[in-house]
């Protein structure tokens, strides 16, 4: 397959900044112990030699690192992005002026745009579609199942999807894409969903959405489920949002955090790292919570637990963290101080009243510059400060989680893809929602202990024995919380 | 039944100390929101009326508190502790003054002293045996068990478990007094274990047992494992220890901790908390793992991952947090600087090498006041100051956990009795071992928030749509790792 | 001079408790590297050959490292303790027991008792006293200043200080030894004075003491402020505190620090390290301050600064660390949670207004163990529970700061005694307020960097030249704040 | 005055950002309320009205609120920036925009136009110069004195300063400017230093060179040194650099902090801020120290006292700050681990051995990005990073300290500038440098508290008389080190 802008089979920004985005490729595959490992192990043997892999995740130098690492183990790849603003361009370059992927992604794109590159990325020219997906929030897996449901409805009574049909503006492209697709070939979608071995995917969000349609026994293929492999859930969560939250804060508003209110909305794994970074630099943290025993962590952790409709007026930052909706509405914003900063790291941008802010009878809006935008109150000037519009900040403001970071939940998806690949034909994987064996979860861990100087002890037989755990792992049972 | 020390109604110390134990108690009740919770939700229907209860969980006065709680709830109780230098004689001649429970137990039994405890807490004249067990260690879980096994074992071919078949100190006791008792009845403690309830159990040792005779088929009644529940396994392990180590230290050894390089081998949740408080005094710390996912987490939060070998001479203080064996021995301490401390906070004294240094050749040893000893190494002079005996090291040498925590632990064993009780003629507990129901725990950690004036959040009926929960709880899949 | 009880020549409580004290002084020697440095350099001269060295200062087992390091240089040495509660016995009696020193000193002295003690101490039999002073807190040169001002009235009108005139009950002792004292020498303070070349004083308050007495001129002898050293301000206030405060609360009530609102009254150094030790263990800290500067620094530290009366129901722990007085009164108390903890660790017990609690009406006390009493509001049965009398929690409910960091404050003691009397002939120290050279300040600090490992990296020529400095120290300027 | 560019009346990169600039410096007024607090106490009154100065001093968003502030007040202002990398183009343009002052300044100028800005900010047709300089680094300072050290020399013997005479390549512009205008004005320089009031400057370097002025009886003006009031001294370099370490290194390599080996060279306030910050991501740290004071700090709180150049290959990132030279040598660099970081966030960019890098033989240089170089290594290949070209990480990677920091070093200097023209007349500066009285440095303190809702305890006249202060301060003895 070429790689030819003008055929459609690729669209970046400017590939002009390819080789800046080169050079911190190269930096960054040294902060990416474990996909380097897996290129040692698994590239000589070419085991993805002419397995075409489609990816929809954040389209990033380190998902480039990704991405080569799938192409050196043999993958021909075809790439978009999970958000219409994550993109770095100069990745997006990088990656294709190498040829090692299809890209379809560029920071600030439109709804439109966005959907229409996924479309791209399933799209490989003389074939049914992708052997795997790798997903982030679930978008890939969400078009092809909705594809599948209308050419059964369209089977049975020529219907169409109709974007008029619902107010959400995401659905209206989704339904516009399979709609006009129709025409083409009514059984494009169920074809692709045959080919398709698994996808694994990366989100707390995707991965709800996943076993809710196994529930429902709709789950077109196999799905792992990489968001829980601990190397996944706790580093990505804990320790990478402990890491860009503070980046995406600074860079956007260059704000000194030390003496500020900061309340985090919710004190889960990506709450628990977003307090530790705002208590870490000075602040002082509130932290909201509707589970009692998270609440009760965040006492232990001297952290004061309230509502946040109790305590607006002495707020300096908001970060909601929930992955639920509906988290600070536009009339909590109407009662904060001046200048006070509101953003979102959970997932999607209603955990913010995005659509109640731009609404506000006689609000008025100033770009300060892009991704850090101040919204006026009429009623006495007061402004408050949204970054990355509600989207994530850490991807929006910043440049998303660190190599080392990113370089944990990326193994975990390439020994995914490797497990759903070399068990194709067997019966292990059924149309079902999967994690991780723990001992490739361990495994992921000491790929990424050598860069950090960090040294293993052994156990002796007699100790495996004592513990009655295997003298290679995995050390812990199901269950462990770590 | 009387609460007569002549008739061997109970055994303590001091009876003169009831009255500072029942100040203690009073001030304690304050810190235990859960239990006394229990106390207003199931004391007016005296749930527990006319059942028999026995534990075997430390002495203390936090243990004083659950003791009445069940008594409040209607039961008749037993008492004797799981560790020999564990009891605080106060709290046990508080409750004997109050004759809320028998006590057979005081601080520095020796083995013999401790299992004839035992034994006493399981005899309940004119009965079989206890309802319930309440257990820690699960040291009274063992001795039913062998006591059944022998019966067997005797009604086949009449031998007699022999004490001299054993080089183990306990199982020797243990053998001596089923041998002892085959001759009175030899269906004693047969007859006990069917007429058991269940057993709730709160150690990793403890449920790690359980676990295996539930595998081999041989568990005689049915067991609730406190030990998983989060509000059980996260707070008394991380937020308990990093309480209680630099507790025990302080007291034990007035040392400066500050400066010092610590190193804590294991970093599970009993080594994370460990490591918090130390690095929180200002100590540097090293932290020793076999597990590569644990190992990674102590990197992340900035602790170097040494092997305990390669460090010994830099050492001032080693914690072992292991519950595994053999993880300093002699050799090792022969290498470590003058007067290095050396403490266990794991499980059991196995951890050091107490043997090894009992009797390494031509060393001295030197009390410097009860709990904490100096043993000299004759090749250079040096010194080691070793702990509670290289016993856990927070209950040797201070007060174990605090009350709040224990609160915690606590309430998950009264919720735990109160589940094996009320369904104990329904088929829902067979002769294996069960976690606490998600919504029990959660409820524990509500129960403590009131305390610390933490105010929860409340879903509306559409967000816990949006993420598929109950409105009341639970909010949390099984697997999620907190 | 004979160490004989009956004769005088010393008094302690319990002599049996000798051997457990040498046990714990071979121990802190260890911890103690300043001194044993001290011992080392200036031992073998025996520098203090016949000289009498007389010391006021809480008699623990640092001290005894301190009493035999300048007895291992020579001096006889005479000591009491600064404090009624601060005595160490076992410490007292080794000392005693090793005729090190005279010792006048047991844990809970009257007030008569106390000054009794220090008159004891005083008196060198067939000297008209000390050669030097050692002071904390500054009772010893008190006692001597007011009796030197008393010889002059009583040679002027036949006048004795009148113990009914004052209604301070220290000063009643004060009163009451100087005016019996007169009928046996009435000039024997004023040769004491004379004969005294200086004194070495280490609080803020005996400091302060000094600094308005040399400004009125009424100075007797030269001072030597070790209190503003910055290895025995910085270290003792900050990092003993932070040591000793949690240390003195577990002991005392064994109470969860974590998930506590604790609020600590002042934000000078002491309030630093309060404040940091209580975040560290999981508490929420509240900041009181009247300085705006400390102020803005507990908020750059995230604490909250709040004014005592607006928070009180909101309060776990109060703890004082002004230097200043009626920080927490009784009618603040009326107000605080029941079994809120009240403490202080600034200096005098008059920072808690314990004589307002005393005689509220209808208070009811009840000790539930030495140094931990329980004062119950008789409006609604609430109790307050306040620690060590409303005197130092640190030393007494545990036992002050740690070895090593007495050790940074003793070294300067003894430097500060080697200056006095090595400078005694020249005129290089008047009746002034003098504060040690920062060289010898430096050299402190180097004296404790090998026991901790650390390496200090040597200037070269260029570099000292460059930041124009001398290649051996001092560092900083005089007013560098560290 | 006009602000015509053609007529050199101003020089800045692009006016079009004039609007983002002016965006920013809204949202930061809201950040600085001791600026604010300023304008609305001596605006009113037109403090400044027709008085002249002349700014050297990052030309940053902050200092754009710090020029309004002196305008708001009545001043005519001239500014550059005192750092060729320091300029914040969109804050340059806006203060120009708004008319508010000259400025000559924008981020990457040369050395020569570095000078050349220096000398048009000095520039004030139809006067002799400012009547007060606001100086950074003192380098405008410099400028005036070694202007009239050649006028001095050419009266004598109309010999000119010789670029030639010197390697140093600042100093030959300085040279070269002086030179050239001796032509056509031979007393420019000595008038305008007569018509100088007097200089404000705000770091320890500019600081050191006005001591050794005076001391040297050099010095033409009297000189405020704002460095070292508490409020700029510690809130600058602590809290300053604890933000902006690492929000420089986030930015300009996306690196993961936690669990790297970083190493902080010197442990002064700079350094301990910078410590604190990688400890609180993290990282483990090491610190490097010359003075043992500042040691034994160190170790108190938790880090590894070391030698650089004994833990070379162990090292991820480097930080000097030291503010003395040839701390990082690129002998030290040939021994790191592959793209190690280095930076430098002390003073001038001598503290890395940039020389020595760029002169290494077969060295080869790849710029990433701007401000983010790695050099490579001819031996082994391996990369270091060095950010910043061995300047201010925290200027030339981020924006430099944020504004609430920046607003209380501004505060002084405002309050600096007031001091020296209100007391111009007077007697009490002289060609001496002088601190702030303290008095002013807690007013600094006090008008920031607002902000952070922090509430100040008052003292009663009893507790003021207790500890013998003033009721409204200032609150500490002189020597106090907070």
Redesign the interface.
Known sequence: MGFDEEKGYFKVRDMSQAE?GR??LD?AE??MPGLMSCRDEFGPSKLFKGVRISGSLHMT?QTAVLIETLEHLGASVRWCSCNIFSTQDHAAAAIVKARTSAVFAWKGESLEEYWWCTNQMLTWEGQPGPHMLVDDGGDATLLIHEGVKAEKQFAIDQSKPNPDSTSNAEMKCVFTIIRDGLAKDPTRWTKMAEACVGVSEETTTGV?RLY?MAKAGELLFPAINVN?S??K???DN??GC??SL??GI??A?????????VIICGFG?VGKGCAAAM???????LV?????????????????????K?VLP?LDIIVTTT????IVMVADMAKLK??AIVCNIGHFDNEIDMLGVQTYPGIKH?Q??PQVD?WTFPEDGHGV?ILAEGRLVNLGC??GH????MS?SFTNQVLAQIELWTKKDSDTYKNEVY?LPKIL???V??L??GK?????????K??AA???VPLE?P??P??Y??
């Open positions: 800046f050079k911190e930096i040294v902060e130098i709800h809710q829980d601990v190397t859930s706790k580093f804990i320790y402990r890491h503070p980046d600074m860079r508003t260059d704000v000194m955090i030390a003496g500020k209110v794994d208590k870490a630099a000075g602040a002082r943290v909201t919570e509707i589970d009692p025993i998270c609440a009760l962590q965040a006492c232990m952790d001297g952290y004061q637990v309230v509502r946040l109790e002495e992955g639920n909706k509906d001046n200048n100033s300060i510059k101040r400060i910043a440049t660190p190599s080392f970071v944990n994690v979860d361990e495994k861990a000491a990424h202990l950090l100087n960090a040294k293993l002890t052994k156990l002796t007699e100790q004592y513990i009655d792992g050390y812990k199901a269950h919380r770590y």
